[in-house]
Every structure is written in structure tokens, then in C-alpha cells.
């Protein structure tokens, strides 16, 4: 395992393909001081990146003001041919884009190279966007008066984002700022600067101007200083924990920015007994799985109505032990390691908790040593409501199984959590399936599916999931203003 990520890298920086120098006001900032990327499948230091500081993050404020006119004063169509170049600059470069990706973050290849894909579908839905941001001419209430809405860019946008999408997080923040007409500001997570580099190098090349897009890395609390308390910085868009999306909600308070969040989720994934078991189980399996299971959208809580909870158990377990753990750059992994110690050993600490408290552990290949990131594939059953994993989000290849009895019943316990990101509904009736996606209280339900994200939809949460949507003909708003004008005295 140790070399595969450092060769790779080493072959793409032969290329240029790996910059680890930041991207401010057009220059490509090397820095004084330098932070390391780690392969975290096996612990290695794969490359070094640039420690930037808030004066550099305020010099691109700066270039980001200074920006602003001309790019909100390009036409939109001229700005979704920048976006749309692009997006095929991304797809051309998907291979080299989805290696570094992987030795990063830890996905698997294949998993990187759709992130890949997905991430240039945001700039591509975001061209076309820009192009229809319409606004409005309301029936008058004034006598010889004209009413009129009008939708403008809010100004410099600042996007802080996580580690488990490294680059589609920044395409669907970016795309839908810029196409707005406005200029935006990267801060990538510390873990995966390298993916969001080169979107930078690719930006350049695609002709977004200066100033325009910028990756600023270094430290998240001395870079984000800046963003939160320059009121040249109108919006901040972020995705990652609660707690750290609390603590920037307050801190956008002081300048009253327009805040978009993306946090953390508890998705309860429901299935009735009128189902067909192979279909639910390979559901699960792509709820929970996908990512290795650091993906706000997981799983977290699945509820098996007591007739079928037994077979459901069997099957899942069988599917389970059938994933391969491995390096993500090895041919047919399913699962790579976490990107975050700190996740592995949430993970762990989940295991444990339910264990003590009554659950059944089942891993096939719970002996196999892979490193310390690695958290093997396991499915805890009979879990319980006490349990932590029914609480805090485990963000990891963890499956808790849960039995219920009745409709109302698995409503209430859905509903009985503060995350309100996904929910997940299985069951063979038209009529239940509604009640049920009326009644739960998430900002996302997929009934009988366990894939609906995409461009098109508007993703977020309820409750302490977040503030906003990103994606869909709704994500561009995050970026705009209102502005109403009323002509009056229009009588000759
Ligand atoms: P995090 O919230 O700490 O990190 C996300 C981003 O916030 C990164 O860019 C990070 O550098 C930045 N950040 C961290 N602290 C900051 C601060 N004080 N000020 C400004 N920026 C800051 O997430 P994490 O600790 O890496 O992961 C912990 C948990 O968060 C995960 O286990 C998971 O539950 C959740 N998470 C959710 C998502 C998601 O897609 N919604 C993504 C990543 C993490």
C-alpha cells in the first residue's frame, strides 16, 4: 500500500498536474510555510501545499472585489461558456482529476471518477442557469406604476468545503456563484487541497478570469477569519459538521452575510414488509456503502419492520461481507480507508457502545488488520434507540438494523432526530409511500431509491441539517439579491 498514492502523484506532477501552490489574484502563491497531504490508506505524505495566512486570504478579498464588475457585466451566456469549457476540461482531465481524488480523500477509483462527472454536471446546470435567473413584473397595486423584480449577483462569495467530496462540493458551490455573476473564494478542507488546486489550473485554462475563482489553503480557523468578518464577503456558503457550521452561522452574524449550510445528516432508511428483499438489500447497500459510508446522505438508521427484519439481517450481512477493503487505487476496492483518523475512531467508538449495549456485531473480516483508517464493513443488529449510532452521525461503514412494529411508530422514531438532511422509504404501497413522504421531516426522500441525487434537484436539509439548497433552479438564489423598483408617475 505505501508508494502507490506517492507514485501517482509523483507522475502527475511530471505533467504539472499538481500545484501546490495557491491560487490568488491570478498568481500561483508558493507561501513561506507548508502544510503536507497525507495518503490516509497508509499514513504517507504524498505532497506538500502552500500554508497560507489571512493576509493572503484578505489580498484575495481584494482581487475578488476588483473582479466583480467585469464578471457580473459579462453576459451569462458568456459566462456559461467559461463555466461549460470548464466542465469539458474537468472531463477531459477525468483520470488524472479522479487520481488525485482518490489518493487524498481514499475513494475508490471508480467512485472518484464519478465524483468527477457529477462535479462538472454542476457547472454545466449552472451555464444554463445563469441564463433564466428571471425575475418578475407584478400587477400593480400604484396606479400609472410598473412593478418590477429584478435578480443581481450579492458580491464576493466565499465557499468552505469538506473532505469527502473534494471536488464536487467546490463545483456546486462555484458554479452556481459564478453564474450568478459572482466572483468566489475556495477554502478547501486541509485534508484535500490537491483536487481543489487543480479546478483551479483547469479554471485558468478554461478562461475564467482573474480574481474570479481563487483556492486559498491553509489553516480553517485563521482563513476564515477574514471571510467572516469582511463585509466585502456577502455570502458564505458551507458544507461539513454541524458544529462547525454553528459556529460560522454566528460568526457571518456580525457582518450579516447570506449564510447557504450543508451539514450533517441521520438519514433513516425505512423498510416495510411488502417489499422485495434482493431490491431493498442492494438499496442499503448504496445508502450505506457509498463513500465508505462518509457521505452526509448515508444511512445512519436502518428500520426493518419485525416480519422481514430477520431475512432482511441475513441477506444484508451476506452483501456486506462480499465489499473489498482495500487501497482505493487497487483494482476492485469497494471500500477505502477513512480520510479522517478522527472518523475511524467514531467508527469504532459506535461499535463499542452498541456492543456493551446489547447489539450483535457481524463482520466477516473483523480480524483483518488494513491500517488505522480502515474501518472494516460491519453490521451491528438488534440496535436500539439508546445506542449512540441511533443519535450522532457515524459518517463511516457502520449499518445499525433496527426493528419496528407499525407505521406510526417508525415515523415518530424517524422524525425523533435533529438532522433532517435524507430519509430513505421502502415499501410496496402508493398509499403508505405518500403519508410517509408527507409526513417525515427530512429535505430529501427517496421512495424505493437509494439514488436521487444530481444538478437537477435541490439538495439540503431540515432542522440542524442546514439553511439553503444547492443544486436545481434554486442554488443560483444563494448567490442573488431581490431587487424590487417601482416606476411611478407614468401617466402622460
Ligand atoms: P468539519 O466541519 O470540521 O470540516 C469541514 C470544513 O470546515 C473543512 O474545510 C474544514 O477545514 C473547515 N473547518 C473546520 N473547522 C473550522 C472552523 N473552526 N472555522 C472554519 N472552518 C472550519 O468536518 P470534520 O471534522 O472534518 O468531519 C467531522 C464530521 O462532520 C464528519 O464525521 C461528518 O459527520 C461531518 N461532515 C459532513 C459533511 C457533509 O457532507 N455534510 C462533510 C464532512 C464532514
Redesign the pocket.
Known amino acids: 500500500m505505501v508508494g502507490l498514492a506517492k507514485g501517482h502523484i509523483e507522475s502527475l506532477r511530471r505533467r504539472e498536474f499538481v500545484a501546490g501552490a495557491a491560487l490568488i489574484d491570478g498568481r500561483w502563491v508558493e507561501g513561506d510555510e507548508k502544510d503536507v497531504v497525507v495518503d490516509p490508506a497508509s499514513g504517507e505524505v504524498i505532497a506538500e501545499v502552500a500554508r497560507c495566512g489571512a493576509a493572503e486570504m484578505t489580498l484575495a478579498i481584494d482581487a475578488a472585489e476588483r473582479s466583480f464588475k467585469g464578471w457580473r457585466e459579462l453576459l451569462p451566456q458568456r459566462r456559461g461558456e467559461i463555466l461549460r469549457s470548464w466542465a469539458s476540461l474537468m472531463l477531459a482531465h477525468s483520470d488524472e482529476l479522479a487520481v488525485l481524488v482518490t489518493s487524498e480523500q481514499g475513494k475508490p477509483l471508480a467512485e472518484a471518477r464519478y465524483e468527477i462527472a457529477y462535479g462538472a454536471g454542476f457547472l454545466q446546470w449552472f451555464a444554463a442557469e445563469g441564463e433564466r435567473a428571471y425575475g418578475e413584473t407584478i400587477p400593480s397595486h400604484k396606479p400609472g406604476s410598473v412593478l418590477q423584480v429584478r435578480m443581481q449577483p450579492v458580491g464576493v462569495a466565499a465557499a468552505?468545503?469538506?473532505?469527502?467530496f473534494p471536488v464536487a462540493m467546490i463545483t456546486r458551490k462555484a458554479g452556481a456563484a459564478m453564474a450568478a455573476g459572482c466572483p468566489v473564494i475556495v477554502?478547501?478542507?486541509?485534508e484535500t487541497p490537491l483536487s481543489a488546486l487543480a479546478l483551479a489550473r483547469l479554471a485558468e485554462q478554461a478562461g475564467v478570469p482573474r480574481g474570479v475563482f481563487q483556492v486559498v489553503v491553509g489553516d480553517?480557523?485563521e482563513l476564515?477569519k477574514p471571510l467572516l468578518q469582511d463585509t466585502r464577503v456577502r455570502a458564505l456558503s458551507?458544507?461539513?459538521?454541524t458544529?462547525?457550521g454553528r459556529?460560522?452561522l454566528k460568526g457571518a452574524a456580525q457582518t450579516v452575510k447570506k449564510v447557504s449550510l450543508?451539514?450533517?445528516?441521520h438519514a433513516p432508511f425505512i423498510v416495510f414488509d411488502d417489499v422485495d428483499l434482493d431490491k431493498v438489500v442492494k438499496g442499503a447497500m448504496e445508502a450505506k456503502f457509498a463513500t465508505s459510508g462518509q457521505d452526509?446522505l448515508a444511512a445512519n438508521r436502518i428500520y426493518v419492520q419485525r416480519g422481514i427484519y430477520n431475512a432482511f439481517v441475513d441477506k444484508f450481512a451476506a452483501a456486506i461481507a462480499r465489499l473489498k477493503v482495500g487501497h482505493g487505487l487497487q483494482a476492485g476496492t469497494d471500500i477505502g480507508p477513512m480520510t479522517?483518523s478522527?472518523?475511524a475512531e467514531?467508527c469504532r467508538a459506535q461499535i463499542s457502545d452498541a456492543a456493551a449495549k446489547g447489539a450483535r456485531v457481524i463482520s466477516a473480516n473483523q480480524d483483518q488488520v488494513f491500517g488505522p483508517n480502515f474501518v472494516v464493513p460491519t453490521l451491528l443488529s438488534d440496535v436500539t434507540d439508546d445506542m449512540l449510532i441511533s443519535r450522532e452521525?457515524t459518517?463511516g461503514p457502520v449499518a445499525a438494523v433496527l426493528p419496528f412494529e407499525s407505521e406510526e411508530e417508525v415515523l415518530a422514531r424517524a422524525n425523533s432526530n435533529e438532522m433532517g438532511l435524507a430519509a430513505y422509504v421502502y415499501t410496496d404501497s402508493l398509499r403508505r409511500a405518500l403519508r410517509l413522504s408527507e409526513g417525515i421531516e427530512y429535505g430529501m426522500v427517496g421512495v424505493n431509491t437509494a439514488s436521487f441525487t444530481g444538478p437537477p434537484i435541490p439538495f439540503g436539509g431540515w432542522k440542524q441539517s442546514g439553511l439553503g439548497r444547492e443544486g436545481s433552479r434554486h442554488g443560483i438564489q444563494e448567490y442573488m439579491e431581490l431587487k424590487y423598483v417601482c416606476f411611478g408617475d407614468l401617466v402622460a
Open positions: 468552505i468545503t469538506p473532505w469527502n477554502k478547501p478542507a486541509p480553517p480557523i476564515s458551507f458544507t461539513g459538521s458544529e462547525v459556529l460560522l450543508e451539514l450533517g445528516g452526509c479522517k478522527s472518523v467514531k452521525e459518517f
